[in-house]
């Protein structure tokens, strides 16, 4: 419960997020709608104008407490964008105004210390910066304090901000960071308000104001939730304009720059099962989450907001990387699946030895009575994850592109860049599929399946995982979209699983046929249709019951031999008679697996895993030069793509070309 005289914790944490934004316009100056007393309209950021190309953002990059000689004080760090055009379209002037305010507006308590507390107004003690007069933030800034009438301390801060007379078609700068510092003896509120003037008509003023945080909704502060990183020294009376300046450019550096998330990754870079003790795993950013069984009605700022109080941690600390429909959301269960990664660690609940956790949320308004939501956290991602954002086209996509790790992979980590967090399934793709003007999407969705070697009980075989696979395909198609067409992506053992599943497809009842008649095209990613190198792999497995797996994919295989002849016959059953396959394959050693203490790792003598021949094994078709390519990285490396590299550029011309091929081919066929 709410103690006497507090705001409730999560309210704070709500007040602090960005939301949406709905700006309504005068004839004078364009006015923030946020969070309306009809709950309908609510904010984006602190300010926001987004007109013929103009915008003015503000946000709240950091809440700390401390002491001002001696009072309890809170040190509030806000940045505000200035988005502009060039010329006469510039922005050359803006007044930045915080007004804070008693809580006793919001708060009522009768009588005692509370009520004491509550009466007393905040004060504006300090700010930063006082005076910056051109330099390398490329602006000036003078901040002041002003009183309300009938009032002996300051209880709003001012900052005009004006571009440099040097900089004659410049303008504002991309950013300024501004800092202030307020004692009270309860809880307060904040408002802030914003004007910015353009150089085409210098007395002509937009002005943007949040008008619900005055009363409905403003910015909050209790004395004990903070957010951002924390501030070493917290006698804010002690701090210089050095150390002002560079608090500033920490926290808008650690916007720029966030912390690298490595994430789990496949055997062929780090242990067969990316299994760590919970001691290893303590305070590491790499890991990231699945969660299912998000509700319909949730947003992404929601569903921060709830695991920011679930998990008792600051919002900011909480990196969303996906949050998208469910695959299976056509049968109206759960409605959305989310990413994330904890930038100072995952919590100490999730560091366990488990795989899985259930969190039930309670009702927000009460806190009490029966549970609104049972959130699903794993790390091993089986089975279909959707990648990207969830948009208003998000129902109704045209293509569906599946990615299948291989042996001991990672569903997520196995298409991640090495050492850091972009990961092309994820950051690029979607982008580079949307079709314009239509707006059209692909559903971009990764598959997850346990295939680590080092101390496994399974002994399910490939029949066995491209049967689930199949039937992964089948149930994720919604009846609404029968014709839509699917494209496989297959790194290494995936690439088998795939060529099994449309074995069995080929097989199957009415529903697995029409699936596989939508197969689009599939590519392939260091495949060992021939088998592969696996003399390092052995002593990893000895005789536990995946041997016959590991087995079933060596050089010597006489199941891949007769996999590839049941593959070509399942392809030439096809309505469209064929199936166009790339094949990728390696032209660089890769390291082989060796064992490291009670570990193993792929830190061995360099050898070829997968050889040209096997990587391109299969009908006299996917020989020809056009479907065949070849990368200078190692096994693991084919899947992980840098930004901007030309490798990805290939692969995505490559997938347009399939897409293409198909849409031509349905509509010679009638479809």
């Known amino acids: 419960m709410t103690e006497p005289g507090t705001f409730d914790r999560y309210a704070v944490l709500r007040s602090y997020e960005p939301r949406d934004v709905q700006v309504e316009e005068s004839s004078d100056s364009a006015h923030l709608g946020q969070r309306n007393s009809d709950d309908h309209s609510t904010r984006s950021v602190i300010t926001?104008?987004?007109a013929a190309g103009l915008g003015i953002i503000g946000r709240v990059l950091s809440v700390v407490y401390g002491t001002w000689h001696g009072t309890p004080a809170t040190l509030v760090s806000f940045q505000f964008r200035f988005r502009s055009r060039a010329g006469s379209f510039r922005f050359r002037t803006s007044e930045i105004a915080v007004t804070f305010d008693k809580a006793s507006s919001i708060l009522r308590v009768d009588s005692g210390d509370d009520a004491a507390a509550m009466a007393s107004p905040p004060a504006v003690v300090s700010l930063y910066p006082k005076a910056l007069d051109g330099g390398e933030c490329g602006c000036s800034i003078k901040g002041s304090?002003?009183?309300?009438?009938?009032?002996n301390v300051a209880n709003q801060v001012y900052w005009k901000i004006r571009e440099n007379n040097s900089a004659e078609t410049s303008g504002l700068p991309d950013q300024v960071g501004l800092c202030v510092v307020v004692t009270s003896r309860g809880p307060f509120l904040g408002v802030v308000e914003a004007e910015a003037t353009l150089k085409l008509a210098p007395k002509a003023k937009f002005s943007f104001r949040n008008l619900p945080w005055s009363k409905d909704d403003p910015l909050l502060f209790d004395g004990r939730t903070g957010k951002g990183p924390p501030m070493e020294q917290t006698r804010f009376d002690t701090l210089t304009d050095e150390q002002w300046a560079k608090w500033i450019a920490m926290l808008h550096g650690s916007l720029s720059f966030p912390p690298s998330m490595k994430s789990e990754d496949t055997l062929m870079e780090d242990t067969s099962s990316g299994t760590s003790s919970s001691t290893e795993q303590t305070g590491r950013a790499d890991l990231v989450y699945r969660i299912r069984g998000i509700p319909a009605s949730w947003s992404e700022d929601k569903l921060v907001l709830e695991l920011a109080a679930l998990f008792s941690i600051q919002a900011n600390q909480l990196s969303l990387l996906t949050f998208a429909r469910s695959a299976f959301a056509h049968r109206?269960?759960?409605?959305?699946?989310?990413?994330?990664?904890?930038?100072?660690?995952?919590?100490?609940?999730l560091v366990s030895e488990e795989r899985q956790w259930s969190f039930s949320i309670p009702g927000v308004s009460s806190g009490l009575g029966a549970a609104i939501a049972t959130l699903v956290l794993d790390?091993?991602?089986?089975?279909?994850?959707?990648l990207g954002r969830i948009s208003p086209t998000s129902t109704l996509f045209y293509a569906d592109i599946i990615a299948v790790p291989g042996v001991g992979g990672h569903a997520y980590g196995s298409f991640k860049e090495r050492g850091r967090s972009y990961m092309w399934l994820q950051d690029s793709l979607p982008v580079d599929l949307r079709l314009l003007p239509e707006s059209k999407e692909a559903r971009v969705l990764i598959y997850g399946y346990d295939s680590h070697l080092s101390e496994s009980q399974s002994f399910q075989s490939l029949w066995d995982l491209g049967g689930k696979l199949q039937a992964t395909i089948r149930e994720s198609r919604s009846d609404s979209q029968p014709q839509r067409p699917i494209v496989l992506i297959a790194h290494s053992l995936g690439g088998l699983v795939v060529r099994e599943a449309i074995i069995r497809m080929s097989r199957g009842n009415e529903r697995d046929r029409h699936a596989l008649n939508c197969i689009a095209g599939a590519m392939f990613f260091g495949v060992p249709n021939k088998g592969m190198d696996i003399t390092s792999l052995i002593p990893m497995v000895g005789h536990q019951p995946n041997r016959p797996l590991l087995d079933s994919i060596s050089s010597d295989s006489e199941l891949l031999g007769a996999q590839s002849v049941a593959f070509q016959d399942a392809v030439s059953s096809m309505s469209s008679g064929g199936l166009p396959i790339f094949s990728i394959y390696e032209t660089l050693l890769s390291p082989t697996a060796v064992q490291e203490g009670s570990k193993w790792r792929m830190a061995g003598t360099p050898a070829m895993l997968v050889d040209r021949d096997s990587a391109t094994h299969g009908r006299p078709l996917d020989a020809e030069s056009r479907f065949v390519l070849g990368l200078n990285r190692n096994h693991s490396d084919l899947v992980k793509f840098e930004r901007n590299c030309d490798d990805y550029e290939l692969v995505l011309g490559f997938l347009k070309e399939m897409l293409t091929g198909y849409e031509v081919a349905s509509k010679a066929d009638g479809g």
Request: charged share 25%; glycine share 6%; net charge positive.
């Open 48 to 50: 926001h104008l987004d």
């Open 145 to 151: 304090y002003w009183l309300k009438k009938n009032q």
């Open 332 to 349: 109206s269960r759960e409605a959305a699946v989310a990413v994330v990664s904890f930038l100072s660690g995952p919590p100490r609940v």
């Open 379 to 386: 790390r091993d991602f089986e089975g279909l994850t959707p």
